[in-house]
T-cell receptor, first 114, second 111 residues
């Protein structure tokens, strides 16, 4: 079983719809992240959480919200999806006790907003 | 603002043909430079962390090196299974402990 699991793997939705992407991890890590990946732009940080009570905006948080339901669960919501949110979304975790930001990524969710 | 530029964007090599990928960076105090490998349809997978100029790390056919302005990922006698996109990222000593990623180099090894 994967250590970082994202659901769904693929999602097609329409403009204006609310959708949620979910992430769960079995690594026991405190830190969790949501990134989006677009061709030619690389990975960009949307939100991150260093523990259950800590939520922080990344560089491109507009139009997104998150919820850290438990240490192992971190969900990303698009309140009203728009076409330029079409992208590949990754959840990642890291160990706060480590001396570096070695990230463990899920397999991604390909989101298409029509 | 931290910046990472990777070159080339894509590289095609014959099996066994050694080469290097470049990662140039600007950062206000380097805490760490990271290399990841990403296969199609998968999330990035950690390869190396480098912390200071002159440091080198090796794993199988890959060797990562670091200077004050750039890092190289050297691939020696590559095999087709080394085909992937290689991502570089930096972590600054200042700010909110987030990685800044480059756009990657897509490496294809031709049998």
């Amino acid at each position: 079983d994967a250590d970082v699991t994202q659901t769904p793997r693929n999602r097609i939705t329409k403009t204006g719809k609310r959708i949620m992407l979910e992430c769960s991890q079995t690594k026991g890590h405190d830190r969790m992240y949501w990134y989006r990946q677009d061709p030619g732009l690389g990975l960009r940080l949307i939100y991150y959480s260093f523990d259950v009570k800590d939520i922080n905006k990344g560089e491109i948080s507009d139009g997104y919200s998150v919820s850290r339901q438990a240490q192992a669960k971190f969900s990303l919501s698009l309140e009203s999806a728009i076409p330029n949110q079409t992208a590949l979304y990754f959840c990642a975790t890291s160990d706060s006790h480590g001396a570096n930001e070695k990230l463990f990524f899920g397999s991604g969710t390909q989101l298409s907003v029509l | 603002e931290d910046q990472v530029t990777q070159s080339p964007e894509a590289l095609r090599l014959q099996e066994g043909e050694s080469s290097s990928l470049n990662c140039s960076y600007t950062v206000s105090g380097l805490r760490g430079l990271f290399w990841y490998r990403q296969d199609p349809g998968k999330g990035p997978e950690f390869l190396f962390t480098l912390y200071s100029a002159g440091e080198e790390k090796e794993k199988e056919r890959l060797k990562a090196t670091l200077t004050k302005k750039e890092s190289f990922l050297h691939i020696t006698a590559p095999k087709p299974e080394d085909s992937a996109t290689y991502l570089c990222a930096v972590l600054s000593n200042f700010g909110n402990e987030k990685l800044t990623f480059g756009t990657g180099t897509r490496l294809t090894i031709i049998p």
